[in-house]
């Protein structure tokens, strides 16, 4: 049988997500990733010294919660891209709403501050490098969910690739929560979405060469 028969009866077939073997696999292996991802935060760049008091408040707790909930999102996403057939009508709004809240949140903290602390509201001291350090960091964790979604055989590759980019910059968004100095809602709205932007247009343009079987 050709190659390309077994894989679309690979596809039509679906993946058995419910493999218990095959879901351990896959959660150990996007776990690792994050440790990885986790670790070399601590060495390189360290926990901010006061994140034990900072934790407490509100704005930070917003900002975790922000990117915990596009982390959701993106699972979702990736979950569903990597199905042949499967339903995406819903997955752009599922990504949509957290980042229109924390872009309304954005907005009213801008309007209610001095104009004089507007600027630093949104550019904070670390823009230069804050999204790109979450780009880095999302490295080990992109790897992971392109080869989970590879082995899964996904038919939208551009998509499904530009979400796994997606997934991994919010799950490393996380991480950098550890260490960012910055919780000002308009700078997470701004910069740390451009940081998730950033490996999901790499996964856009190189789905088709990574998640081809």
């Known amino acids: 049988m050709k190659k390309t028969d077994q894989l679309n009866n690979r596809r039509a077939a679906g993946p058995d997500l419910n493999a218990p073997q095959q879901v351990w696999q896959n959660t150990l292996l ?3 990733a994050v440790l990885v991802s986790t670790v070399l935060l601590l060495v ?3 926990v901010r010294q006061d994140l034990l008091a900072v934790a407490a408040q509100p704005v930070f707790v917003l900002k975790v ?5 596009l982390v959701l999102s993106g699972k979702i996403a990736c979950k569903h891209l990597s199905l042949p057939g499967a339903r995406l009508a819903m997955l752009p709004v599922l990504i949509a709403i957290p980042v229109l809240i924390m872009a309304g949140m954005a907005l009213l903290t801008l309007t209610e501050a001095a104009p004089d602390q507007r600027a630093r509201l949104f550019w904070g001291e670390t823009w230069r490098t804050c999204s790109l350090l979450i780009a880095g960091l999302s490295l080990p964790i992109f790897v992971a969910i392109l080869k989970v979604m590879r082995d899964r055989a996904p038919t939208r590759l551009r998509l499904a690739g530009a979400a796994a980019g997606f997934t ?6 996380v991480v950098y929560c550890l260490h960012c100095p910055e919780i000002a809602a308009p700078f997470v709205a701004f910069w740390y979405v451009l940081g998730m932007l950033i490996p999901a247009s790499i996964g856009a343009l190189i789905g088709p060469l990574a998640l081809r079987r």
């Open 30 to 32: 996007i776990g690792a």
């Open 44 to 46: 390189l760049l360290g």
């Open 65 to 69: 919660v922000f990117v915990a909930a």
């Open 168 to 173: 991994a910059g919010a799950s490393a968004a």
